[in-house]
């Protein structure tokens, strides 16, 4: 049977689960990201050693904010996590009584504005505070204006998905944050997965957002690890919301399920310290060159065109930066893309890819060379006995 590097054979035996060779890219229910060596080093040093949760959330906190050129941030358990508790930082600020009374929002300003075009998956993390979210505009659009007269006594926040921004019909960041500043409304910014190029993180404190999201699944951190950026008095605010403190300070505060061990907050910091001195253009460079080694194993087999491509974090196929082998199966071959996606998912290791139609991409992002030699053989075994 063939292995991969990190099989932990045993284990996956015992527990009668396959491990997974993945092409997809970088996927929380597939696991997030492959942790670096000196990511890894980091935890297992952490590991050895006791520290105070509080200074440890202080210090990485201000480690990144310096890092990234603004005022304050805190790591947290992912990007939704800081959706979620940047919303509630907005609703309690640093009042302690009200970190404890929340999910009730009795006496707190509690609506968070989304535009009609903007609503998400991720949005949902705003309710779960105890806020209510308030859709401005329609699906066709959101105008200035109604998002000013949607302002009002009972607005804490503004939710602005920087994936979505620039969309058709929606107002732009710039807009939006020009409107909430004239009334001192926050501005929470997921950027969850807007990390390349890396000064694009701190820029969305500099374009006047209040809170940034991010999460460290896309930037070669922990799966369960992200961070906040934002103003100083609104990170005080997120600690006040955040799990330390439940046992020993006086309130028993909202984000106490959110809590982290000290290797994952190690591991976001030293992700992040890899990342941003990281040869971005080395990177490319890498996928570009297994998408060769990939095309090298295929070269020769009937009826597959393929092409090297860009598989986007919003999930779509384009031409550039390189980091996928797009594989399109003509009529001439004896299956079809979903069945042949069906065969190699079946195997052990379960290689997993993305199938659309007549085409399978592979995508590099999180493949070590020998995995992608390995999908390489087995699509030119299965597709020799077909
Ligand atoms: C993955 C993702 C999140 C959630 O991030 P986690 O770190 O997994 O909590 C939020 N928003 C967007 C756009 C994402 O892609």
Redesign the pocket.
């Known amino acids: 049977m063939p292995t991969t590097r990190n099989t932990g054979s045993e284990l996956f035996d015992r527990l009668a689960i396959r491990p997974v060779i993945n092409a997809c890219g970088?996927y929380?229910d597939l696991g997030?990201s492959r942790l670096s060596p000196d990511v890894w080093a980091a935890a297992e040093a952490f590991n050895g050693q006791f520290v105070r949760m509080t200074e440890l959330l202080d210090k990485t906190g201000a480690r990144i904010a310096a890092l990234l050129g603004v005022e304050a941030a805190r790591v947290t358990?992912?990007?939704?996590?800081?959706?979620f508790l940047g919303t509630a930082a907005c609703l309690a600020g640093t009042d302690g009584e009200k970190s404890q009374q929340l999910p009730d929002t009795t006496g707190m300003k509690s609506d968070v504005l989304i535009q009609a075009g903007h609503r998400?998956?991720?949005d949902r993390q705003v309710g779960m505070t105890g806020a209510k979210l308030v859709e401005i505009g329609s699906g066709n659009g959101t105008r200035a204006d109604q998002l000013e007269a949607a302002i009002g006594n009972n607005t804490a926040a503004i939710l602005h998905?920087?994936?979505l921004d620039g969309k058709p019909g929606t107002l732009a960041l710039e807009e939006v944050v020009k409107i909430a500043k004239a009334r001192g409304i926050p501005v929470i910014v997921?950027?969850?997965?807007l990390n390349y190029p890396t000064s694009i993180m701190g820029d969305f404190m500099r374009r006047g957002a209040d809170l940034v999201?991010?999460?460290?699944?896309?930037f070669g951190g922990p799966?369960?690890?992200?961070f906040v950026l934002g103003r100083k008095a609104l990170i005080d605010a997120v600690s006040n919301v955040h799990f330390t403190r439940y046992e020993s300070g006086k309130y028993l505060k909202l984000g106490r399920p959110l809590k982290m061990d000290r290797q994952t907050v190690i591991a976001v910091l030293v992700a992040l310290e890899e990342w941003l001195s990281l040869d971005h253009t080395q990177r490319f460079v890498q996928y570009e060159r297994q998408v060769g080694l990939l095309k090298e194993k295929l070269n020769g087999l009937k009826g597959l065109k393929l092409a090297p491509k860009c598989f986007t974090?919003d999930e779509r196929f384009i031409d550039e930066p390189v980091n996928c082998l797009l594989v399109t199966f003509d009529k001439s071959v004896a299956k079809s893309a979903s069945e042949i996606s069906q065969m190699l998912e079946a195997e052990n290791p379960s290689i997993l890819a993305i199938q659309e139609g007549d085409k399978i991409g592979f995508v590099m992002d999180v493949l070590e060379d020998d995995e992608v030699s390995h999908i390489g053989e087995r699509l030119r075994a299965l597709l020799s006995t077909i």
């Not at 358990?77 to 959706?83: L, S, V």
């Not at 997921?190 to 997965?193: G, T």
């Not at 999201?213 to 896309?218: D, F, P, Q, R």
């Open positions: 970088i929380t997030g358990p992912g990007a939704a996590a800081a959706i998400y998956k991720y998905p920087a994936h997921d950027a969850a997965y999201c991010i999460s460290a699944k896309y799966n369960a690890g992200g974090m």
